[in-house]
């Protein structure tokens, strides 16, 4: 692991600790529900990649304390709830995606930096185990455009253990989609291996799998693992990238933990 992997993951275990240390004693009413964690992924270090690569990852979530808990896969990437109701759940959410050099087949192609997607959720619970989720996000830094994605679980949320298992499907505008798909016809000349320009435009960007299984080890803490599979769609799946220098079937893995606890905005409960 590289010393920006032993760093993130240091990150997430000291910020576990220091919410252990700083969260609100029982007395203490609580507004929001703060989830923190830190997890082991193996995935593809960018889309349409050949391999997976083993890098941490930190979990964050916000939710109000006054809904019952629901059990969201661990794919949703962080976020904060700021409307939830028995049927709809709205808010904030942030992705990101690591950076892409220009070494191996890649040689000759510009460097991808490290991205941030901040945008919007919402999720849609017809039934207490059926969750229907749409996300609009847009980057920064790494590419400047827009991502969706969307999908439907069937969930199962227990004392002692949770489920979800469900399809998925992934958008890009041309902005995204030439960031990491499309081939310049600067970037053929210096290539090697590829040597045909290639503009991909807006569309599908994948469909695919999620699953993911949580064990209650405690009221506070529990343990995960999730898989995935997305298999790269139409115009992504026809770019030069993937068919010379990567690969349509892209595949995820991870296992981790995460801590919760309450946060209150100063009032005490009226045991105090």
Not at 50 to 69: E, G, I, L, Q, T
Not at 86 to 113: H, M, N, P, T, W
């Amino acid at each position: 692991m590289n010393r920006l992997g032993f760093s993130a993951l240091g990150g997430a275990a000291g910020i576990i600790c220091a919410v252990m240390v700083f969260a609100p004693t029982a007395s203490r009413a609580a507004d929001w529900i703060v989830t923190v964690g830190g997890k082991i992924n193996a995935s593809p270090p960018y889309e349409g990649a050949d391999h997976d690569v083993v890098r941490p990852a930190v979990a964050f979530n916000v939710r109000r304390a006054d809904k019952p808990y629901r059990f969201g896969p661990p794919d949703d990437g962080s976020t904060i709830s700021l409307l939830s109701t028995r049927y709809v759940e709205a808010g904030l959410v942030a992705r990101f995606r690591y950076s892409r050099g220009d070494q191996g087949k890649l040689a000759g192609f510009d460097k991808i930096k490290w991205a941030a997607e901040p945008g919007l959720f919402v999720n849609l619970w017809p039934t207490n185990w059926l969750r229907g989720r749409i996300e609009a996000r847009r980057g920064v830094l790494g590419h400047q455009g827009y991502v969706g994605d969307a999908g439907i679980d069937l969930v199962h949320t227990g004392r002692r253990w949770d489920f979800s298992i469900g399809p998925r499907v992934g958008y890009g505008d041309h902005k995204y989609m030439d960031t990491y798909f499309g081939v310049t016809p600067l970037e053929a000349q210096r290539s090697p291996l590829i040597k045909t320009p290639y503009e991909p435009g807006s569309g599908e960007r994948y469909a695919g799998l999620e699953a993911a299984y949580v064990y209650h080890i405690t009221n506070r803490w529990r343990t995960q693992i999730d898989f995935g599979y997305h298999r790269l769609a139409q115009k992504a799946a026809d770019s030069p990238v993937v068919q010379l220098a990567g690969s349509r079937d892209q595949y995820m893995a991870g296992a981790g933990f995460t801590y919760s606890f309450g946060v209150g905005l100063g009032h005490r409960t009226k045991s105090d």
